[in-house]
């Protein structure tokens, strides 16, 4: 029996749950911003925004022009975080190298951590990841299994969460989503059960799981 579906995302609560379509899904809950907020039933809930990102989203254009951010850097502002992107630069490996010392300093100037992911820098609040978010959830729930699925760096510390748990006596799935032409992310496909072909890969897998169950 499943007994609860979580999205953990990076992604303000309310946006993911909008373009996911989950208004009216029974028993769906997406834990936003790696878990600061909470939507569930259409509500969302969450504490104060930190105030050291309100100093960076002022601070860090100025930042980027002193280092010379090639062009194609651009700032994402996600209300609770600020995420520096890399991915539409020339060299965009090299550009998230050249960002990353600055962009650090700038985040201990304000109280925040980075966060690395695929060609981007993000600084948020410390203490707010998957992982604290997904064993939230889970210790919540009272859960006894659990198959977890992702597919960027930021998921690396909600597969520790799971290897932990597990330790503990839950049982655990864990997958990597791995883009299709894509190769997955190694520091996810080393420590997956399994490795599947993006969303696509996923939804399958879940469909056969349901059919296994529905078949029993």
């Known amino acids: 029996v499943v007994g609860a579906v979580v999205v953990v995302t ?15 899904v029974p028993g769906l809950v997406v834990l936003g911003h790696y878990g600061a907020e909470r939507w569930e039933g259409g509500v969302v809930t969450a504490p104060e925004v930190h105030p050291g990102v309100a100093g960076v989203r002022v601070a860090l254009p100025g930042v980027l022009e ?9 700032v994402e502002d ?13 060299a965009p490996e090299e550009a998230l190298e050249l960002l990353r010392a600055p962009v650090e300093e700038l985040a201990a100037e304000y109280g925040l951590v980075v966060e690395p992911g695929r060609l981007v820098l993000e600084l948020r609040p410390p203490g707010v990841d998957k992982g604290a978010a997904l064993t939230g959830f889970l210790r919540e729930r009272g859960a006894r299994s659990v198959l977890y699925a992702g597919d960027d760096l930021g998921d690396v510390a909600a597969f520790a969460a799971v290897e932990k748990l597990r330790g503990q006596g839950l049982s655990g799935l864990l997958v990597c989503a791995g883009a299709v032409g894509d190769a997955p992310v190694r520091e996810l496909a080393d420590r997956a059960d399994l490795v599947v072909g993006g969303p696509e890969g996923v939804v399958e897998l879940l469909g056969a799981l349901g059919e296994a169950v529905r078949g029993r």
Do not use: I
């Open 66 to 74: 002193r280092v010379g951010a090639p062009e194609g850097t651009w």
């Open 78 to 90: 996600k209300g609770r975080s600020v995420a520096v992107h890399t991915r539409r630069t020339e």
């Open 10 to 24: 990076g992604r303000p609560a309310g946006v993911a749950a909008e373009f996911g379509g989950f208004e009216g």
